[in-house]
């Protein structure tokens, strides 16, 4: 007998208790190894930009959902270790996935985005791994900082950089084919150290856009970091739309 399939929405995956429990212990795995926050707030918002991406460019329904679950569960394999913690997550996924009889065609999106999201292996293999890539990289912001309210400075690079960061946003300028992320930040830290540590974020970003046939622009305090050709300050089009999500 054929096993039945289901279509599985992004609600089932984000109220599935196992899921949120797995988030949770990944969250808590990674303060005491001294990361910055990536529990629900995290996913919340890798989930609604990746989804927001595909569907200010085009894609159907179900390929913005799609993108929606791998940007919820992209992160649950911290919850066994750090290390290949995307490929673990696809793992894991695959289980529950197929437990819960989403169609295989569906489940390979899903495990070959997670498995592909880490800095060091990430590559761009969908329009559903793309987004995921950019929503995942983009999320830099002193409220990712554990007790940022508390705090001012730090001596920790990370935690310094994500503190001085005020405003941090993406949007999409379809017409001109332009994904940008433009970053405010205060003199807490500088364009340096940002580069020193999101370097590889910021190529996968450029990466990924390609992927889905745009291309990627950083901006920091008004300035485009990774501009090819000399440019005058960058400035909003009528047609750009702010994607990522509060």
């Not at 793309?130 to 730090?154: E, F, N, P």
């Not at 500088?190 to 856009?209: F, K, T, W």
Request: hydrophobic share 35%; charged share 30%.
């Amino acid at each position: 007998m054929n096993k039945k399939i289901k279509q599985i929405s992004f609600d089932d995956i984000a109220n599935h208790t196992g899921i949120r429990e797995y988030i949770h212990a990944a969250n808590n795995n990674l303060k005491v190894k001294g990361y910055t926050e990536h529990g629900i707030r995290h996913v919340t918002y890798v989930a609604k930009t990746a989804a927001n991406i595909l569907r200010e460019l085009g894609y159907s329904d179900r390929e913005c959902e799609l993108a929606a679950i791998a940007g919820w569960t992209h992160d649950i394999g911290n919850a066994v270790n750090r290390k290949h913690h995307g490929i673990t997550a696809a793992d894991m996924m695959f289980t529950l996935l197929n437990d819960m009889e989403m169609p295989p065609s569906e489940i390979a999106v899903i495990i070959g985005a997670l498995g592909h999201h880490e800095d060091d292996i990430g590559m761009p293999v969908s329009p559903v791994s793309a987004a995921l890539l950019i929503a995942d990289k983009s999320d830099s912001h002193r409220s990712r900082v554990r007790d940022y309210a508390t705090q001012t400075y730090s001596e920790d690079i990370h935690d310094r950089t994500n503190l001085a960061i005020k405003k941090n946003k993406l949007t999409i300028c379809k017409d001109k084919k332009r994904i940008r992320q433009i970053i405010s930040m205060d003199s807490g830290s500088s364009v340096l150290e940002y580069l020193q540590i999101y370097l590889q974020r910021v190529l996968l970003s450029e990466r990924a856009a390609k992927f889905l046939d745009c291309h990627f622009e950083l901006v920091i305090n008004g300035v485009i970091i990774n501009q090819r050709k000399r440019e005058s300050e960058p400035e909003l089009e009528k047609n750009e739309k702010e994607v990522s999500a509060e």
